[in-house]
């Protein structure tokens, strides 16, 4: 017990390294045991959080004897592994499918995303009859992030030793402007994992995106979402410390406020 205003000293004990490659946190809960007046019981009164030093690990990777399967045709790139398959549009660009069995995944294909709907900020003081041309919604309609195309700059498949890679760019464009450009690989190994890697430029000339990602509608929805990171706390990026960092887990219907009018979450 620690009288109010007063100090205790706690001596960790030595604490053990991970074997594998992973980070190493400290975090310290001050907990309400009982309920009070004003908590519930194991109502969290204060924490904090202190990432250790961890030692570099030298274990690699198990290499994977089994290749992805590439089959070419005009319009598509087809990779197949085991129960999985995941097809590229040619034309497009785009990953347009992807399969496990035979139940589809994807009612949409996964394409970049450089837009949203606008925020409170993100129309100023603007008003219906009074528009200013200085907020952020009106500096990205006059550039055409919202009426931007993609034309398709690259479209390749390569076998490599224990994967097949997949390597597109577009240019994003409005009245003959580039506003952007994106680079993608899509590196599909023999364990049927799928890492993608996004490299975006956008024109010195160009407000800065709402947003910079992908985005695509799945046909089927998880019932919960689990993530090792940040916490799920609404938060502003500058305020990293404000969340801890744990493995998570949620339902998704808790992971977005349904607002009214759009709004960050």
């Known amino acids: 017990d620690v009288a109010p205003q007063g100090k205790q000293l706690i001596e960790l004990p030595e604490l053990p390294q991970p074997e594998s490659a992973g980070q190493l946190w400290l975090t310290v809960r001050v907990v309400q045991p009982n309920a009070t007046a004003w908590s519930e019981a194991g109502h969290i009164s204060a924490w904090q959080q202190w990432r250790l030093a961890e030692n570099l690990s030298v274990t690699l990777p198990s290499a ?5 399967q590439l089959t070419t045709s005009e319009t598509d790139f087809c990779i197949e592994l085991g129960n ?3 097809q ?3 034309q497009s660009g785009l990953l347009s499918q992807m399969w496990i069995g035979d139940k589809k995944q994807l009612l949409t294909p996964l394409r970049d995303q450089f837009t949203r709907a606008p925020l409170d900020n993100d129309i100023g003081v ?3 009859t009074r528009i200013d041309p200085n907020a952020w919604v009106e500096r990205w309609k006059a550039a055409g992030h919202y009426q931007a195309e993609a034309a398709l700059l690259q479209c390749t498949a390569d076998t490599l030793a224990d994967a097949v890679l997949i390597t597109t760019a577009h240019a994003w464009q409005h009245q ?5 450009i994106s680079r993608k690989t899509y590196r599909i190994d023999g364990s049927g994992q799928m890492a993608i890697t996004v490299d975006v430029e956008v024109a010195s000339d160009t407000p800065h995106p709402a947003r ?7 046909a089927q929805v998880a019932e919960r979402v689990n993530w090792l990171g940040l916490g799920p706390q609404e938060n502003y990026p500058d305020r990293l410390t404000a969340a801890c960092f744990d493995r998570w887990d949620l339902p998704l219907s808790d992971m977005y406020t349904p607002y009214v009018f759009p709004s960050e979450n």
């Open 126 to 128: 603007s008003e219906a």
């Open 88 to 90: 590229f549009n040619r």
């Open 64 to 68: 994977s004897h089994i290749i992805p």
């Open 176 to 180: 003959g402007k580039t506003l952007f």
């Open 84 to 86: 999985k398959r995941w």
């Open 212 to 218: 910079i990602g992908l985005t695509c509608q799945l």
